[in-house]
């Protein structure tokens, strides 16, 4: 079991920034990746950023150099806390964001959710 607490989102006007957080609990040595969804109203959950317990990260095309997953480095391999840093905003990142931490082992996989941020950009 692993629990997700997030923090940060709000609301900012286009062009301005924010930063989430997530911590997770409980079995995270089984942590293989963690990051971030996002669903806006009407449209499917999509994958925003995410990154492996070894650091590789990964980015949605539409948020490439505006976003950055990163993590707290305590322990190498050990994946428990990240963060996404969001510049230049545009009214189109509005969307609920849920943490994700996804956990493989084989044969079966895992997946963790958040309860979710609410972050609205003003035009």
């Known amino acids: 079991q692993v629990q997700l607490v997030e923090s940060g989102g709000g609301l900012v006007q286009a062009g301005e920034s924010l930063r989430l957080s997530c911590a997770a609990s409980?079995?995270?040595?089984?942590?293989?990746?963690m990051g971030w969804y996002r669903q806006a109203p009407g449209k499917q959950r999509e994958l925003v950023a995410s990154?492996?317990?070894?650091?590789?990260?990964?980015?949605?095309?539409s948020v490439k150099g505006r976003f950055t997953i990163s993590r707290d480095n305590s322990r190498d391999n050990v994946i428990n806390t990240i963060h996404l840093q969001m510049n230049s905003l545009k009214p189109e990142d509005t969307a609920v964001y849920y943490c994700?931490?996804?956990?493989?082992?084989?044969?079966?996989?895992?997946?963790?959710w958040g309860q979710g941020a609410q972050v609205t950009v003003s035009s």
């Open positions: 994700n931490a996804h956990l493989a082992l084989p044969p079966v996989e895992y997946d963790y």
């Open positions: 409980g079995n995270i040595f089984s942590i293989n990746a």
């Open positions: 990154i492996t317990s070894g650091g590789i990260t990964n980015y949605a095309e």
